[in-house]
């Protein structure tokens, strides 16, 4: 089992700057990959950025080249600088991470934590 407690939500203006922490418990040792989603009202939860136990970081959406996760990470905690945020960035933030077994893959959600982009 894992625990995943994101902090660091909150206000921020647009060009301002916010980073997300996400602290794991539990089974660390096992984490494959952690990673950041987000989503908005009435859309799907999309992958902002993820990072395996290979350094292999994956940036598929508009956060590339904007949010960079730090590949110097402890196993137990993950964060997420937000560097110039924009409004499109406003969502509740949710970080994920996946155990891997021979026989099953285990995926882990934190309670998410809200961001607002805005002057």
């Known amino acids: 089992q894992l625990q995943l407690v994101e902090s660091g939500g909150g206000e921020v203006r647009p060009g301002g700057s916010l980073t997300l922490s996400c602290v794991a418990s539990g089974k660390t040792a096992d984490i494959y990959s952690m990673a950041w989603y987000r989503q908005t009202p009435g859309k799907q939860r999309e992958l902002v950025a993820s990072?395996?136990?290979?350094?292999?970081?994956n940036y598929p959406g508009s956060a590339r080249g904007r949010f960079t996760i730090p590949t110097d990470i402890a196993w137990n905690t993950v964060y997420l600088p937000m560097d110039s945020p924009r409004p499109e960035d406003t969502a509740v933030y949710y970080c994920?991470?996946?155990?891997?077994?021979?026989?099953?893959?285990?995926?882990?959600w934190g309670q998410g934590a809200q961001v607002t982009v805005s002057t």
């Open positions: 994920h991470g996946r155990i891997l077994t021979v026989v099953a893959t285990y995926d882990y």
């Open positions: 990072i395996n136990r290979d350094r292999y970081i």
